[in-house]
């Protein structure tokens, strides 16, 4: 009877190890829904430099799908015909880019769907479109805004550098004309040590040299 007991206790135990809600032995729902794949991925774009100016050129590098068949860029918001810049078709064979109306010869496509446009434009500023297509695969979009700052002009920061030594020659000229002063100042007192004037009492320029005049004449 021992062991019909202790047979019974063991599969009373895995019964209940086996239902038990901390238990290990827990099932999970079968996935029979599969999530949908969405049809579009947005891509991230970034951009070298990231502060383009014009006559520099800039290399537009989108993020998304690494083996893909076709790609095209956008000068504009928008997947356009009608703005469309190339479309980049990668090795193998070999890679070969298409012009499409938007092109303007400034414009090369590069590995990963790289945008690369030289001699940049204030027009050139805009938000880019880039779409990466690989069959069985969906789209993946991205899109850049693109800003084109104009160069620092070289006659501004001469002008600058014109304005700065003024700047300089008239506070040098002030503080000199400040010292003649104060030493013109001391010489008249100096000089007149019995004039009733006090050391309070302003004296102009003018008047320093007019008194000043006949004293130098006076002494030899
Ligand atoms: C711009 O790109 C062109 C062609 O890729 C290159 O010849 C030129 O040196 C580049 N200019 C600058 C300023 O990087
Ligand atoms: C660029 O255009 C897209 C599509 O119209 C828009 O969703 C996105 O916000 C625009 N980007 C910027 C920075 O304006
Ligand atoms: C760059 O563009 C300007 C006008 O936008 C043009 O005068 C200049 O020759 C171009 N430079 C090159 C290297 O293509």
Known sequence: MGWQMGAAFLAASILISFFHPTGVMSFTPAK?????????????VTWEPSN?????NVTLIPGGLEV??????????????????????????SHWQQK??????????????????????????GNYTVTKESRAMPLNIGHALLRV???PSVPDSACSKRSGIISGIVLGSLVVTAMIGIL??????????????????LISTYAMYEHLSPSVGENP
């Open 52 to 56: 383009p100016v014009a006559g520099q």
């Open 68 to 93: 893909f068949h076709v790609c095209r860029w956008y000068r504009a918001a928008a997947v356009d015909e009608a703005n469309e810049i190339f479309s980049y078709h990668p090795p193998p064979p």
């Open 184 to 201: 013109l100042y001391f010489l008249l007192r100096a000089y007149y040590p019995s004039d009733n004037k006090t050391s309070t009492q």
């Open 149 to 151: 700052s104009e160069p």
């Open 32 to 44: 029979v829904l599969l999530p949908r794949a969405p049809r579009i991925v947005l891509l991230k």
């Open 100 to 125: 499409g109306s938007a092109y303007t010869g400034r414009e090369t496509g590069g590995p990963g769907c790289t945008l690369h446009i030289t001699n940049l434009t204030l027009d050139d500023s």
